[in-house]
């Protein structure tokens, strides 16, 4: 038998912590999204001037980081990709409302 502290040990406990992290991470990208939505639908109801078009951008930096990580498992795949479509179905609602408005800025 091996002990305890052997390297499977401790590799198996640095993945835990990575699953965690990268599950803190998909929560913070649902807030991300909710707020954004937020203040778009402020931008539609006319409380502010200019869209948060940096809010978006980096948003989806964040999604395509969070994407392309491998150490995802599959449960946050699924969830992950989950997000990725609610946030596509307002990005092309925001889309649309803006076009209706004759905003070019997206």
């Known amino acids: 038998m091996r002990p305890i502290g052997n390297k499977l040990y ?49 948003l989806e930096s964040n999604l395509k980081r969070i994407s392309d990580d491998r150490a995802l498992t599959y449960a946050q795949r699924y969830r992950l990709t989950s997000i990725v479509a609610r946030y596509t179905s307002y990005r092309e609602l925001w889309r649309r409302n803006l076009k209706a408005r004759g905003d070019d800025l997206i």
């Open 10 to 58: 401790r590799e198996s406990a640095t993945r835990l912590e990575e699953a965690v992290a990268l599950d803190q991470e998909i929560l913070r990208l649902e807030d991300s999204i909710r707020k954004l939505k937020i203040d778009f639908d402020i931008f539609f109801n006319g409380a502010t001037k200019r869209p948060p078009l940096e809010a978006r951008a980096r």
